[in-house]
Antibody
């Protein structure tokens, strides 16, 4: 069945770079787009960016200068890298599959705390 | 960026009653292909968001017919008839018509 699972460090120091992995199963990254969405504690959802099925990417303009999304189709993994982290980047980070019907499957999320 | 304004911010409803949530967009959400990429999600406590409605009014697989989406252009509504205990959580509208994609700020549904 379709699954997505985020992984990465729970704690990152300010000014450092965050690296997260979204490992998917049950579908091909060359057939579906995978997005990243984050949610600061107690706050709403923020769209971050997308790895399109053709390998292209799009980013939220507010994060574009710090954000990079890539993939390894052989491992069914999508990667997120975000540089120059600050405390306001503390959040739960989700990856989610999207179709024309919306985000139909989400990962469980990974909590990332930015703190020294 | 497209701003989605959700009202109310919170809603307290008696079990069995109806709840209504509004989502107003700062721009029309009708895409050039005629489709409106407006979705509704529910995030239950401690869980990832889950898709309820896509394309304004289409219920996702397994979503009860108590959930009804409507609207067009810039004004959209999610109605939940006969609210049940499992409906509590935060509801978000979301648009994928314009880049960057954006979520509404959320509406918290509580059960009286």
């Amino acid at each position: 069945q379709v699954q997505l699972k985020e992984s990465g460090p729970g704690l990152v120091q300010p000014s450092q770079t965050l690296s997260l992995t979204c490992t998917v199963s049950g579908f091909s990254l060359t057939s579906y787009h995978v997005h990243w969405v984050r949610q600061p504690p107690g706050k709403g959802l923020e769209w971050m960016g997308v790895m399109w099925s053709d390998g292209d990417t799009s980013y939220n303009s507010a994060l574009k200068s710090r954000l990079s999304i890539s993939r390894d189709t052989s491992k069914s993994q999508v990667f997120l890298k975000m540089s120059s982290l600050q405390t306001e980047d503390t959040a739960t980070y989700y990856c989610a599959r999207i179709t024309t019907r919306g985000f139909d499957y989400w990962g469980q999320g990974v909590m990332v705390t930015v703190s020294s | 960026d497209v701003v989605l304004t959700q009202t109310p911010v919170s809603l307290s409803v008696t079990l069995g009653d109806q709840a209504s949530i509004s989502c107003r967009s700062s721009q029309s959400l009708e895409y050039s292909d005629g489709y409106t990429y407006l979705e509704w999600y529910l995030q239950k406590p401690g869980q990832s968001p889950q898709l309820l409605i896509y394309g304004v009014s289409n219920r996702f697989s397994g979503v009860p017919d108590r959930f009804i989406g409507s609207g067009s252009g810039t004004d959209f509504t999610l109605k939940i008839s006969r609210v049940e205990p499992e409906d509590l959580g935060v509801y978000y509208c979301f648009q994928a018509t314009h880049d960057p994609l954006t979520f509404g700020s959320g509406t918290k549904l509580e059960i009286k």
